[in-house]
């Protein structure tokens, strides 16, 4: 495809600063980025907002005295005012012990669907009215907030080591959810969805429906004694079980030494069922990307194999004082500094069916959200939290919601010795590919 002028233009400016910055510093690294997105949200059955956004920057990382400084700004032409404050930012910085990016080219695509530059405000509340729609006609006393949106984007990263890399990308979302506040009785259930291409209305109005269908049984209490319970875990608990993993591989907690996985490379510590992998390839995950950010080309790779340590996740700065390779994970945006970060997190399929499990769990619970297990100790395998949504199982279907319970666990325990089932069936969780998991020994206070 032919660029533009201004395309031109542009590059001709940056190279042109580049080579400018490399007389100043001893290294560096550029990173621009903008991005234009649509939204339209309800908010108790009712238009609440229409939000247009439109972002942009340039960050710079310079070395001067073996030091980086570090300055952005949200205007991408004051390239020369960063580049300065970064240089005087140096002297404060931390020790350059590493090199940014050299040259590489990735040898993947990445999916971008036009459509989602084109989105108009009718369209996409016209889709949120047919949502509002579908969840009164099964629960007329449900108050529903829904929002559909999405757009582009795109990001450069130059490099005083020769890399020059660009990627585009584009994206699309929904989020609805149903809410009902009853005397002594407060319900809620919600489903989300994110792709990298527009998600088809009929689509979003199933995951509606079946949101509306779950919240019915949801308004139905039933009673549960504490104890322990087998538990057939949905996608989006098994992603608040799974955090102590993805905290421990992370290599900030490498670096810092305050991972139990320091060691555990080649470790078998899981049930061999269990392999995750970071998948930044996957067409259908929005985490995905062909250059992390601060342009080293992404990898697919086996974090934990058939239940064995296998991977660490990294910058550039981690994994040079952990002795180890670069990953390519670093994540950041235009105003902050590169962390490590997985893409797509997809866990291995099992070969149970999900109807299987049901009748497995009789008896036992099926959690599908926590109610604050953020502040749970996941460097100790702890998970902790409210059972926000579960429910009672019997005769393989859910009879009503379970009130005023909290489950306390430890992941690498659970994760190693307690699992019963992985379900073939997966789902998306933002950027987790997840099946439904049974679990045994689960202690629930009620």
Known sequence: MKESTNKIAEDAKAGDFTGKLGTLAEAFEMFQAEGRSLNVGFENDRLNEIRQGQSSGVSIRAVKGGKIGFSYSSKPDELDYV???AIRMAPYG????????GEARSEHTRPFD????????????????????????????ALVDCSVGGGIGSSRIVTSNGQDCR?????????????????????????????NEIIEEDVILAEAKSAADEFQIARKRADIKKGKYTVLVAPTALSDLLMPIMV????????????RFVDAMG??????????VDDPFHEDGVGGGLYDGEGVPTQKRAIIEKGTVNGFVHTLSTANRCGHEPTG???????????PGMHNLVMAPGTDSLAEMRQKADGGLYLRQLLGSFTSNFLAGQVSGNISLGFLIKDGELVGRVK???????????????????????????????????????????
């Open 167 to 195: 990627e585009e990308q584009s994206s699309f979302s929904f989020f609805v959810s149903l809410r009902l506040a009853e005397e002594g009785n407060f319900v809620q259930n919600y489903r989300f969805g994110a792709a």
């Open 404 to 446: 005023n319970c909290a489950l306390n666990v430890n992941s690498f325990d659970l994760l190693k010795s307690n699992i019963l089932g992985i379900s073939k069936e997966r789902e998306w969780i933002g950027g987790r590919y997840l099946p439904w998991l049974l679990v045994d020994g689960v202690q629930i206070s009620a």
């Open 83 to 85: 580049a300065e404050a």
């Open 329 to 339: 994970n670093a994540q950041r945006g235009v105003s902050s500094l590169p962390m």
């Open 114 to 141: 036009p459509r989602c530059a084109e989105l108009n405000p009718d369209q996409l509340v016209s889709i949120c009215n047919h949502i509002k729609d579908t969840v009164k006609a099964i629960d007329s006393e």
């Open 267 to 276: 470790e078998k510590l899981f049930d061999e069922r269990l392999t995750l």
């Open 94 to 101: 931390k020790t350059y012990d590493y090199q940014f990016a």
């Open 248 to 259: 421990s591989v992370n290599g900030s907690a490498i670096e810092k030494k305050t991972s």
